[in-house]
């Protein structure tokens, strides 16, 4: 691998540069799709309709924190995977993995956030597991969820899609999440009432299939934040993109932390934002129906066509995606190797 570690690193679960290597370098070479080119989740044909399936694991600390706990974030992420592919999310299955030792009322509490979660989505947990391992061994609790959900449209919603001249929104101001649980494990003196953004996408997905955009991609901000996301999709895509930096929506609560704790707030998780990708033609209506759930979502950048066989080129294909100062000045957005938070979905 580019950066050569004979062990795991929990910089390889950040959604950063050593989660690509990971990913495109051991584990896609021989298990990947045959175009390369992965989702949040993956769609097939099955006869008479087109099924989106994806799974994910959550070992979020604390449990409980400002805005959600581990139950409602598991349901909420494996329903936002599949609505990044489009898909209306059906069904759940649920694995648990707990921890001798771990109070019942903890787990009480969170099988009710899941069941609480799952009306809201209108899906069921049709099937699922249960492990125990010894003290000392699992932290508590941790969650595997697998969804599968239904394409009802003709839409090819995946980075492949993407094409220059398309806009990029996002759905809401970022960072919130990655705050809440920083704030939440009273480690560095952080205090805050700011709140995990944690939510269902699924109706502002509804909403914008219903309105019958051109949605050419969808990515949800989750390890990683937006600074990871638009960098995978300008590599999947073999596009380039300028983001101008006075439009990313931040609270004021977010950038001060981060200020304050040297931490990039584009790099902060979030857990209820996603990025859209549409033909500029259709960015200002594709807007609109954004801020109907959340008034902080913007217009923050335009997709490029990659420069080839130059200087300028070399440096798209290390650099992707630039940032536009407030006074023009272009600067390379870097992902970084390291881990910024660990354990925050």
């Known amino acids: 691998m580019a950066e050569d570690f004979s062990t795991v690193q929990l910089a390889h679960g950040s959604g950063g540069r050593l989660s690509q290597q990971l990913l495109t370098e051991l584990l896609l070479p021989v298990l990947g799709p045959p175009s390369g080119i992965v989702h949040d989740a993956a769609r097939w044909s099955a006869p008479g309709s087109e099924l989106a399936f994806t799974t994910d694991s959550y070992v979020v600390q604390p449990l409980f924190f400002p805005g959600g706990d581990i139950g409602r974030l598991a349901v909420f992420g494996s329903v936002n995977d599949l609505c990044m592919a489009g898909a209306r999310p059906l069904a759940l299955s649920l694995g648990l993995i707990l921890e001798e030792g771990l109070q019942l009322s903890c787990l009480q509490q969170v099988i009710a956030s899941i069941a609480d979660a799952c009306a809201q989505c209108g899906v069921s947990v049709i099937t699922g597991d249960t492990k125990v391992v010894e003290r000392g061994k699992g ?106 930096d006075s439009a990313i929506p931040l609270h004021p609560t977010v950038e001060a932390a981060c ?29 609109t129906v954004l801020k109907a759930f959340q008034g902080d979502a913007a217009r923050i950048g335009t997709v490029l066509e990659r420069s080839r066989g130059d200087g300028v080129g070399a440096l798209q294909q290390r650099y992707p995606v630039q940032l536009r100062s407030a006074l023009g000045v272009l600067r390379p957005l870097d992902i970084s190797s390291s881990e910024q938070l660990p354990r925050i979905c």
């Open 139 to 244: 932290d508590g609790i941790f969650i595997n969820t697998s969804a599968i959900g239904v394409v009802d449209h003709g839409l090819q919603i995946h980075p492949s899609s993407v094409r220059p001249g398309d806009a990029v929104l996002v759905s809401g101001d970022l960072g919130r999440h990655g705050v809440a649980i920083l704030a939440a494990r009273n480690q560095l003196g952080l205090r805050t009432a700011l709140e995990s953004d944690l939510a269902s996408l699924q109706q502002p997905v509804q909403a914008l299939l219903e309105s019958g955009l051109e949605l050419h991609c969808l990515r949800d901000l989750t390890r990683g934040g937006l600074a990871s996301a638009v960098d995978e999709l300008a590599r999947a895509s073999g596009c380039s993109m300028v983001l101008e």
């Open 259 to 287: 200020d304050l704790l040297g931490l990039d707030p584009l790099a902060m998780a979030n857990e209820g934002r996603m990025v859209v990708i549409c033909p500029e033609s259709q960015a200002a209506q594709t807007l």
